[in-house]
């Protein structure tokens, strides 16, 4: 155990610890590694383009068996964010960095005897376009996610909780945004911005979204309590569902855009959405399209999850409200008009 | 030949359940028969209960899956197949039911069944199960019987039916050469049965030849003395009159075969038997009442014989047993679990009770008296004295019995507020018969409902409420009096007699001594606004403490007179010896009072008391200004007004003084059970303020109050306390409460706690200064992650806000971790289609409500009320509609 220490102890007493942050220039890599670093343990980034971070890194496909190798070691954890997301690229693409990266990264981990593994995974992985309401972490299913990205990283997570790492704990944070997220916000405050914002349906459909804070503190919490919660999977949010037309409506206020959303009806979002994803997969466009049949989905069927489990066993509360969380992104937006 | 292999799989049936037995008939011949048998392959254990389950025809032991599911691991339950049915042996041959008795002793001799024994039984299983029983009185505990029968009582239509049966060529054709019989059956219930049920109970019937039973279980029903079983079954018929242990009987009332008039029937032979009747609920009784199974086995683990902890504590993970009393001692009057103590017949105690203050009194301390007693400002008024009202409940009384009505009997009276009615209902207490009394306001199909569950032996009514009576189809076996004139009309509605010449029929009878404190006194009903009507059984006892309560409360006196401008209180001003005048509107439509007609009907009697519902006093305040001076002073000699039955408005109450300024404005908190439970006046409503729900005030004279805590999914915990600011069900105890639910045995029991308290359904907290809050329905507390939340103090919260009319806080998704979602209308008709409320309303919405995360919040033209109050909220429909929206079907309109 003494190859824990990393040579002090943090104000709780708790040991610190070397750990591999995967992904780091994520928004949500970059929240952990922050945090980690912050409370004294020594961190890690392992990804392909530097992070201005100011911590020590290594520059890396996930997919190069040797260089993952070379990282792992000397680390007591891994928190594992690398991931292909979007819809754009071709199923093989998706495979090769979620489901290949993630065997390699657990098997330079298992060759290393690094215990302990944070999967950060996606609620997709276990959802086949039916409503979710008040639900928990349901079995990941490659074979009725929707989407590469879903399907690949249903698979990662089946291969990680199958794995010989001793600790793996899945967290599976629900629509995270934040301040200089461009995954999200970025795209709806674009999209609003050229006036191509739309609302499907009504907007009407409840679903659960996770401030950026607050996602990196519980993949904190799972690192920390790995070793009980080992094999757990667990879906993380701020644990207040809202409408999708109040979410939209929220972020683009913050970002200063006042606009009337138009409304389509949600079955012809799906069909604009699976044009669009015909037209971007034969033109090989690099960017995404401005709609899909997942986002669709996503958008007109609620998604909301019972938190009650992941606060239990993390020990772990959401610290950042969403209407802090509002009030963040309109000042980030503010100091930057 | 033998029995066929059980064609497993088979939904909700443990093949591990099933098993053969070999017998030897009473003809010498070694018969198998097929068993569920929950403790099948196990060598060792004496089970604490045996419950031997008999289905009736064309069913087979699959009626009895979910009761083998769900009982407890230490006891037994065995469901046979009937020979010849299920996957019992077919024999070709007809068999009897004196056969068929014995065949169920020869098996629970070969499954060395030796007690103790519970039957459960249905249909023609009904008549073998209680043959066993009473063939075998040393194993025999309780009985349990469920839409069955064991004589035709008369007027009966189902001889007709099987006749038509039986008839030739009919019979054959509709049970054995096709399954026209079985599929029939199950199509009988209220819902649609599912596919893979249908399919078990057609399991083991394919063919003619796996069907011929079925048909000669049609033959062997005896129509008359004439018939082979006639006798067996009229053995037991009358034997079942000598039963000793408890009788559990389970009815769907809908049954076209097995209606009340069998229940009935079975009830007046076992008049020691509770009775749940499944308002609803058809044949197969256990399939289309959900609480049907599970209040059988809670009603099974209290029997006597039991040790109760053991076999109540393994039933604890029963779905939608809402909490399971445990076997307390403490219970101030009848348990629960004494079945024999809580007969749902009338009883008359043994033990003669002391010479007390009946509710007669109040009128006989006055029968010299010519002052007016009762004033009836209708069409014609009239003025009643309280020598005549006296003389009229004696002859009455005394013609009620010369006419064959007698103490136990129960006597629907649907007549009109006033002095004849206040008569009937005096006259029948007088003699011990029980008032059955329905609320207009029920609505026809309602009354008809409450009138048939209480099952009224007579009928006194006007000409109205006989036809009423015809036109709901309830069968009354004794006396219909008619209140008023004979016409053409009335004669065709089937009046036996007039009200008027009852009073000269008994003038040489002698009138009994006055009734038990505990014999029953009345059968009224609860509002309905959620789900059917439930009746309501008061002994004489309650009534009389009620009156001492209202007494003590508001400091009645002799000369305070009452203008009872609420229907139930019509009556109450005799017993309370006070003048009462009904005034001149449609007691079932309080809207319809004026403030003259209240002001004449206060100075018909100089009152100084008013009670009026809060529909009648926003009438009266409205209509303020139709008032002539005169009357305005009438009004002034007003003392107090009490308002009751539904929540009254504060602002109600202030307005109130602008019509009667010298009245001291009162509301009652209670129901139908219990009532009233606590009170608060206006003035200390003001001093009340705003705080977690409605203040109701400090429990009234009598009344003792507890709150059973909710636990984190929004269920009371089972543990009342009178703990301050502790949030959870209400719970009373009250010498005015009532004695039970009529014929709903499994709902007395979720209502009644441990010790016998009543379960309001309401939860809320005490105060420090002793007051109780009301917070809302049990059903309407939204169980959130963070624990439960109630829903008034929110809904007042939002409503005001400005620009809200109405709001309720419903819960959307799972319990345990539902999302708050506030619906609410607002005073300017938008017409945006979308359901959604601007971020602004958003906003002030949340600012409003502290308690917990809103959600959102969602816009409606209006909010559901239930059809029968117009006021109440219809939360569950409004829950079930947001949740359709927030699931974001994407096509929700505005409602």
Redesign the interface.
């Given at each position: 155990m003494g190859r824990r220490c990393v040579g002090g102890q943090r104000s709780n007493g708790a040991a610190l610890m070397r750990v591999l942050v995967t992904g780091g220039t994520s928004m949500l890599g970059a929240s952990v590694a922050r945090i980690l670093s912050e409370r004294g343990d020594q961190v890690t980034l392992l990804q392909r383009s530097p992070s201005g971070s100011g911590l020590r890194e290594i520059l890396s496909d996930i997919t190069d068996a040797d260089a993952v190798s070379a990282a792992v070691a000397n680390h007591h954890a891994v928190v594992h964010c690398a991931a292909r997301v979007g819809v754009v690229g071709s199923a093989a693409d998706f495979e090769r960095t979620n489901v290949t990266g993630t065997r390699v990264l657990i098997e330079a981990m298992v060759r290393h005897g690094v215990e302990r593994l944070v999967h950060v995974s996606s609620p997709s992985v276990a959802h086949s376009g039916a409503?979710l309401?008040?639900?928990g972490a349901q079995p990941a299913d490659p074979a009725t996610a929707r989407g590469h990205y879903s399907r690949t990283k249903a698979a990662a997570e089946l291969l990680a909780l199958a794995s010989d790492v001793p600790a793996v704990v899945v967290i599976r944070p629900h629509l995270v945004w934040g301040p200089g997220d461009t995954q999200l916000i970025g795209r709806i405050v674009d999209r609003a911005r050229a006036g191509r914002m739309a609302l499907?349906?009504?907007?009407?459909?409840?679903i659960d979204t996770t401030y950026i804070d607050n996602a990196a503190d519980a993949l904190v919490h799972a690192l920390d309590r790995a070793p009980q919660l080992r094999g757990e999977c667990l879906v993380v949010s701020n644990?207040?569902?809202?409408?999708?037309?109040?979410l939209i409506?929220?972020i683009l206020?913050a970002a200063g855009i006042s606009t009337r959303l138009r409304?389509v009806?949600?079955?012809a979002a799906r069909g604009a959405g699976a044009a669009a994803e015909k037209v971007w997969s034969a033109t090989s466009r690099d960017d995404d399209p401005p709609m899909t049949r997942f986002l669709a989905e996503q958008l007109?069927?609620?998604h909301?999850f019972?938190?009650?489990r992941t606060r239990d066993l993390l020990e772990w509360q959401p610290q950042v409200?969403l209407?802090e969380g509002f009030e963040r992104l309109a000042q980030w937006y503010a100091e930057r008009a | 030949m033998t029995s066929v292999a059980v064609p497993f799989p088979l939904a909700g049936v443990d093949p591990a359940w099933s098993r053969t037995v070999s017998i030897t008939d009473s003809d010498g011949i070694t018969r198998t028969v097929h068993v569920l048998d929950s403790w099948n392959g196990r060598e060792s254990g004496v089970p604490e209960l045996t419950v031997l389950c008999v289905h009736g025809n064309p069913t087979w032991s699959y009626l009895w899956r979910r009761l083998v599911s769900l009982a407890p691991a230490q006891w037994r339950v065995v469901a046979v197949d009937q020979i010849g049915m299920g996957f019992s042996e077919r024999t070709g041959s007809m068999r009897r039911l004196a056969q068929r008795i014995d065949d169920l002793g020869a098996i629970t001799a070969a499954l060395g069944i030796d007690g103790p024994v519970a039957t459960v039984a249905h249909d023609w299983g009904g008549p073998v199960s209680l043959g066993w029983a009473l063939a075998h009185p040393e194993l025999l505990v309780g009985v349990v019987l469920t839409n069955t029968a064991v004589s035709q009582p008369p007027a009966s239509p189902a001889p007709r039916l099987i006749r038509a049966v039986r008839s030739p060529g009919v019979l054959n054709a509709m049970t054995v050469r096709t399954q026209g019989f079985v599929r029939g059956t199950l199509r009988l219930g209220p819902h649609r049965m599912s596919a893979e049920i249908r399919q078990g109970f057609l399991a083991p019937y394919p063919t003619a030849q796996s069907r011929e039973a079925i048909g000669d279980f049609v033959t062997d029903i005896p129509l008359d003395a004439s018939h082979p079983s006639f006798a067996a079954l009229d053995a037991v018929a009358e034997g079942v009159r000598g039963l000793q242990v408890p009788v559990l009987l389970a009815w769907g009332p809908s049954d076209p075969v097995f209606s009340d008039l069998y229940l009935n029937d079975l009830a007046q032979r076992m008049p020691h038997a509770d009775v749940h009747r499944y308002v609803g609920a058809s044949h197969l009784v256990t399939e289309d009442a959900p609480h049907a199974i599970p209040d059988i086995l809670t009603w099974l683990s209290s029997l006597p014989s039991l040790s109760p902890l053991s076999s109540l504590s393994s039933l604890s993970p029963l779905p939608s047993l809402p909490s399971l009393p445990s076997l307390s001692p403490l219970s101030h009057r009848g348990h629960p679990s004494a079945h024999l103590a809580r007969s749902d017949a009338p009883v008359v105690a043994a033990d003669a009770p002391e010479a007390r203050h009946d509710l007669l009194e109040g009128l006989r301390s006055r029968s010299r008296d010519e002052s007016a007693a009762i004033v009836e400002l209708g069409g014609s008024p009239r003025i009643v004295s309280w020598r005549e009202l006296s003389a009229t409940v004696d002859a009455l009384a005394a013609g009620f019995m010369a006419t064959g009505i007698s103490a136990g009997d129960r006597v629907a009276v649907l007549i009109p507020p006033g002095a004849d009615l206040t008569a009937c209902v005096y006259a029948c207490w007088r003699i011990g018969a029980v008032v059955v009394a329905v609320d207009a306001g029920l609505g026809v199909r309602g009354m008809g409902r409450a009138l048939r569950s209480a099952a009224p032996r007579h009928l006194i009514a006007v000409g109205r409420g006989l036809a009423l009576a015809r036109a709901v189809r309830l069968s009354v076996s004794g006396q219909r009096i008619l209140v008023g004139t004979a016409t053409a009309s009335s004669r065709a509605l089937g009046a036996d007699a007039l009200l008027r010449d009852l009073i000269a029929l008994g003038a040489s009878t002698e009138l009994p001594a006055a009734p038990y404190a505990d014999a029953e006194a009345v059968v009224v009903f609860t509002s309905g606004a959620t789900g059917p009507a439930k009746g309501v059984v008061y002994r004489h006892e309650a009534l009389e403490a009620q009156r001492d309560a209202l007494r003590a409360l508001y400091s009645i006196e002799p000369d305070d007179a009452l203008v009872a401008a609420f229907p139930p209180w019509a009556v109450l001003g005799p017993a309370l010896s006070i003048a009462t005048a009904v005034p001149d509107m449609d007691p079932t439509s309080p809207g319809t009072l004026t403030a003259p007609a209240l002001a004449d009907a206060v100075q018909a009697v100089k009152a100084r008391l008013v009670w009026a519902s809060p529909a009648a006093v926003r009438a009266v305040v409205e209509t303020a200004d139709e008032l002539s001076p005169l009357q305005r002073i009438a009004l002034e000699q007003v003392r107090l007004l009490m308002s009751a039955g539904a929540p009254v408005p504060l602002s109600l109450l202030e307005r109130s003084l602008m019509v009667m300024p010298n009245a001291d404005p009162h509301t009652p908190y209670g129901m139908t059970e219990a009532l009233p439970i606590s009170d608060i006046s206006l003035s200390q409503l003001r001093e009340a303020g705003i705080g977690n729900g409605v203040c109701v005030g400090w429990p009234v004279p009598g009344v003792t109050l507890r709150v059973d805590p909710l636990d984190s999914s929004g269920e009371p915990r089972g543990e009342p306390s009178d703990a301050v600011a502790v949030t959870g069900e209400i719970c009373v105890n009250a010498p005015h409460l009532k004695d039970r639910y009529d014929r709903l045995w499994g709902t007395e029991r979720a209502a009644t706690t441990d010790d016998g308290w009543h379960r309001t359904g309401d939860v809320g907290h005490l105060d420090a200064e002793g007051r109780l809050w009301v917070e809302g329905r049990r059903q309407h507390v939204v169980s959130t992650?963070r624990g439960p939340v109630t829903p008034v103090a929110i809904e007042q919260a939002v409503e005001r806000l400005p620009g809200i009319v109405h709001a309720a806080a419903v819960g959307?998704?799972?319990r345990?971790?539902?999302?708050l979602v506030v619906v609410v209308v607002t005073d300017e008709p938008t017409r945006q289609?979308?359901?959604?409320a601007s971020?602004e309303l958003?906003d002030q919405v949340?600012a409003a409500v502290t308690q917990v995360?809103v959600?959102?919040v969602l816009i409606r033209k209006s909010l559901p009320v239930d059809r029968r109050h117009n006021s109440k909220i219809d939360r569950q429909e409004l829950a079930a509609w947001a949740?359709d929206?927030?699931?974001?079907?994407?096509?929700?309109a505005r409602r």
């Open positions: 409503a309401v008040g639900v499907i349906g009504n907007g009407t459909a409840l644990g207040e569902p809202r409408t999708v037309a109040e409506e929220r206020r409304s009806p949600a079955s007109s069927t609620a909301w019972d938190q009650r409200t209407t | 992650d959307v998704g799972p345990g971790t539902e999302q289609r979308s359901p959604l971020l958003l949340r995360s959600s959102t949740a929206v927030l699931a974001g079907s994407g096509r929700t």
